[in-house]
């Protein structure tokens, strides 16, 4: 979660909007996020995933160098990347019959960065 401190003394890190599919995505970065992406020398992909199985599962993960058609620049040191798995079993473990795949409609209304003990972390909403 954001760190409400830096918050509340002023510290509030940067909010991006950005329109995929004629929905916007505001993108949250904490003060230091914002500070770890000044500090990088290739750019960060947040890819933000939506598991569907036997439940839906949200997860965030971060990749160092963004590739492929899908990605989404927010800035030249920030991507994102939304991702749809739906697997061919309710297995918690993702197998040769996963599909991976990218749905428009998928679109997240808001993804938060922070950097916190040497680690990126990120949550999102629907």
């Excluded at 979660?1 to 940067?14: E, K, Q, V």
């Excluded at 500070?35 to 750019?43: G, H, T, W, Y």
């Excluded at 019959?97 to 040497?118: C, E, H, M, S």
Aim: proline share 2%.
């Amino acid at each position: 979660m954001m760190d409400w401190l830096s918050r509340l003394t002023g510290n509030r890190g940067s909010t991006t909007t950005i329109k995929i599919a004629g929905k916007e995505i505001e993108v949250i970065c904490s003060a230091s996020a914002d500070k770890a992406l000044v500090q990088r020398d290739c750019s960060l992909a947040v890819e933000i995933e939506l598991a569907f199985a036997c439940f839906a599962r949200k997860q965030v993960f971060f990749h160092n160098t963004p590739g492929g058609d899908n990605v989404i620049d927010v800035n030249e040191k920030l991507a994102l990347l939304i991702t749809t798995i739906i697997p061919d079993t309710c297995e918690r473990v993702e197998t040769k019959t996963t599909t991976r795949i990218t749905l428009r409609n998928f679109i997240p209304k808001w993804v938060q960065i922070d950097y916190a003990k040497g680690k990126w972390v990120g949550e999102y909403g629907l």
